[in-house]
């Protein structure tokens, strides 16, 4: 290769950095920016989920010693500051059974509801629906209960528990067929003293001998 074709060669490369080096620079910057800012977003959201862990903590301190106020006030922070993580629906887990064992029913299943279009973990979503479910009958709304159990538990981490309560609705509407078939299915998997309970329901079913 002779001395022009070498300075031809850098001419077309001095004339094409010319017509390509904005391009190049700005895609640059902002491949650069891109990674600095997921990397922002990733420490943003890491402090959020930090501040919201601690703010549940203190949740859960202020309801043990039954400090009212201050687990609601809580409550209400977590729901409207830290809506799509776990911690808030916990929260409103946490509230809603505080009101149940008030008997305040209505106001457990405003939290249940919230709890559920909020959840973004689905077997959190599948819990706060158990008790939406359970609120349900304890409310005299069996047929509605009814309806929140999922028509397929095959995967479901709550299988057993969703089915006894299934078990336990249809005793109360005098299916007894009904809730011993649900309560035969709660049996598979479980053991120890869960076990020990759920058989109890179904021998309290079991026809009676002439």
């Given amino acids: 290769m002779s001395h022009y074709d070498d300075e031809a060669q850098v001419a077309e490369l001095k004339k094409w950095w010319r017509e390509n080096r904005l391009p190049l620079i700005a895609g640059l910057v902002l491949g650069l920016g891109g990674i600095v800012g997921w990397e922002g977003w990733q420490t943003h959201q890491a402090r ?3 501040q919201a862990s601690q703010m549940f903590e203190d949740l859960k301190r202020a309801a043990q010693s039954g400090d009212s106020a201050q687990a609601q006030s809580l409550t209400r922070s977590l729901k409207a500051d830290y809506a799509r993580t776990p911690y808030a629906v916990h ?12 008997l305040d029913w209505d106001a457990a299943q405003k939290q249940l509801d919230w709890a559920v279009a909020n959840a973004t973990d689905e077997g959190l979503k599948q819990l706060a629906r158990l008790r939406q479910a359970r ?3 304890q409310t005299g709304k069996a047929d509605e209960a009814l309806a929140r159990i999922p028509a397929d538990l095959k995967d479901s981490p709550f299988a057993s528990l969703y089915e006894e309560l299934r078990g336990d609705i ?3 509407q005098g299916d007894r067929d009904g809730a011993r078939a649900a309560y035969e299915k709660a049996l598979t998997g479980v053991d120890g003293a869960q076990r020990e309970f759920l058989q109890r329901k179904l021998d309290d079913l079991a026809p009676a001998v002439s």
């Fill in 170 to 172: 249809k005793s109360g």
């Fill in 91 to 102: 929260a409103a887990l946490l509230a809603a059974q505080r009101s149940a064992s008030e």
């Fill in 135 to 137: 609120v349900l009958w």
């Fill in 48 to 50: 959020r989920a930090e």
